[in-house]
């Protein structure tokens, strides 16, 4: 029984493969033609048909701006109470961590 249903799984597949991996012709339809891509740079294809490429400098006239009263209490006071929160986290944080734990031998009450 066994014999027969493998060979019958061996047929099967040796059948079927090839079927399934035909492939059909496909007739071919007449389309529009492929557009080729110019993958030269904007410089060169400017360069090839001729065009003179004038290059204008950039004048800017901004300043660059000047601060406005000197030291910037807020941001100072943002800054520490950032640095104080993130030490105060870490502190914790290790002291957590370094604490002993308390495990059932230890602090359970036997009954």
Not at 57 to 76: C, H, K, T, V
Not at 98 to 105: D, F, I, W
């Amino acid at each position: 029984m066994i014999r027969t249903f493998t060979l019958g799984l061996v047929l099967f597949t040796v059948v079927a493969a090839p079927a399934a991996a035909r492939i059909e012709p496909r007739p071919h339809a007449p389309g529009p033609a492929v557009a080729q891509h110019d993958l030269r740079s904007p410089d060169t294809r400017d360069a090839a048909l001729g065009r003179k490429v004038v290059v204008v400098p950039l004048i800017s006239d901004r300043r660059p701006a000047e601060a406005a009263g000197g030291f910037d209490w807020s941001d100072a006071a943002l800054g520490s109470g950032i640095t104080a929160g993130l030490m105060l986290l870490l502190g914790v944080a290790g002291a957590l961590t370094l604490l002993p734990r308390r495990s059932e031998s230890q602090g359970a009450a036997r009954i």
